[in-house]
């Protein structure tokens, strides 16, 4: 079974950048797409940022040109760059196959961006 394992969250202040990794426990990783969701306090679960299995990327435009999604298939991880963080970037980010994402999560990492 795939597990899903991110890092890297951690309080940060307004303007500030932050990396978050993914590590992907099955050979599959190589052949899906990945992506980060997120999720803020009493809201739902979305799509941030998608990696195809040959590197294209789409994101979210509340996101972009701030963040940049990497996967390095080597190693089976997937990462975050966030840049320009803004208050409103605060939540739980968890990575997952993309478009579709399989319905086991991880436990996903927490950023929260100061003020």
């Known amino acids: 079974q795939v597990q899903l394992v991110e890092s890297g969250g951690g309080l940060v202040q307004t303007g500030g950048s932050v990396r978050l990794s993914c590590a992907a426990s099955?050979?599959?990783?190589?052949?899906?797409?990945m992506g980060w969701y997120r999720q803020g306090s009493g809201k739902q679960r979305d799509l941030v940022a998608c990696?195809?299995?040959?590197?294209?990327?789409n994101y979210a435009d509340s996101v972009k040109g701030r963040f940049t999604i990497s996967r390095d298939n080597a190693k089976n991880t997937v990462y975050l760059q966030m840049s320009s963080l803004k208050p409103e970037d605060t939540a739980v980010y968890y990575c997952?196959?993309?478009?579709?994402?399989?319905?086991?999560w991880g436990q996903g990492t927490q950023v929260t961006v100061s003020s």
């Open positions: 997952n196959f993309c478009p579709f994402a399989l319905g086991s």
């Open positions: 990696i195809t299995s040959g590197s294209s990327t």
């Open positions: 099955g050979s599959i990783f190589n052949i899906h797409g």
